[in-house]
C-alpha cells in the first residue's frame, strides 16, 4: 500500500472529533501549544 503525500500535512492520527477542534482554534487564532493542550497532544 502506497501513501500518497498530495494532501497538505493534516491530524489524520486523531480523530475528526479532534481535527474540528483544531481547525476552529486555528480560525480563532490560537498558538499552536494551545491547540495541542486542547486535544490532549502533549500528556
Known sequence: MQHSNT???SY???S???R???Q???QEGHK???IAD???VNQ
Open 12 to 14: 489524520t492520527h486523531l
Open 7 to 9: 494532501k497538505p500535512r
Open 20 to 22: 474540528g477542534i483544531i
Open 32 to 34: 499552536q501549544k494551545e
Open 24 to 26: 476552529a482554534m486555528h
Open 38 to 40: 486542547a486535544v490532549g
Open 16 to 18: 475528526a472529533e479532534k
